[in-house]
């Protein structure tokens, strides 16, 4: 097993632990925690290291930090509670900052935060991948399930997740030609390429010819469904 592979399986030995409901992780957190920065760094070369691990660090820290510590909303994803290479990271900061390439929060996508730390910047994307929306579960009944991403098929799997997603999260009304989709397409709407980028990654997913629709969100429903799993992990 590589450096890199043995970090990211970290990651998914943490998200396991908490599927199997087991409370002490603190072997597993230990490791995390006591990684060097710059071998985080050095071992997250790559986009696909760094997005297989971070959404599972994400999704496993967002059940650890509800279910085991009760933190409440909004400081579930304001404040700093996961420790990773000697680092506190909020779950903000994990989403916005280095998965989304330190985007402003509230800017539809558009805008990079300013005053952005040294270690976000560091840490982030190159490229920032709007697959990433169909990944990360915040314990909502309309969140994406959680699954467990690696290295290996982690493209086949954003994929599958995106299509999955869009699949049970549209309708078509084609006498009226509607699109009525998730949320989530609004909030982060430059992250998909605005509204004709929205329509582009429907059409791909589920391949039909949306050119001439135009697009509704449909009411994103926040009430708590925690172990929100995919059936096969």
């Not at 009525?180 to 997913?205: E, R």
Request: hydrophobic share 40%; glycine share 4%.
């Amino acid at each position: 097993m590589t450096a890199q592979n043995d970090i990211n399986k970290l990651s998914e030995t943490l998200l396991l632990n908490v599927k199997m409901e087991h409370d002490n992780n603190s072997a597993i957190k230990k490791q995390l925690e006591q990684l060097s920065l710059s071998d985080l760094k050095n071992r997250l070369s790559t986009d696909n290291f760094k997005k297989a691990f971070w959404i599972n660090i994400y999704n496993a820290y967002f059940q650890i930090l509800r279910k085991q510590q009760n933190v409440q909303k909004p400081d579930i994803y304001r404040k700093k509670l996961v420790l990773i290479a000697g680092r506190l990271f909020s779950l903000d900061d994990i989403e916005h900052g280095i998965l989304r390439k330190y985007r402003y929060k509230y800017s539809l996508g558009l805008l990079a935060k300013w005053f952005t730390p040294k270690i976000i910047k560091q840490l982030a994307v190159d490229t920032l991948d709007y697959r990433i929306h169909f990944a990360l579960n915040c314990g909502a009944k309309s969140c994406p399930p959680i699954a467990f991403y690696k290295l290996a098929t982690l493209d086949h799997q954003l994929d599958m997740s995106s299509q999955s997603f869009l699949e049970g999260e549209t309708k078509i009304d084609h006498e009226n030609k509607l699109v009525y989709t998730s949320q989530l397409f609004k909030w982060f709407a430059f992250d998909f390429g605005g509204i004709q980028g929205i329509k582009q990654v429907i059409t791909k997913y589920l391949d039909v010819d949306l050119s001439q629709y135009s697009l509704r969100f449909t009411e994103y429903a926040w009430d708590e469904a925690l172990d929100n799993f995919v059936e096969d992990n």
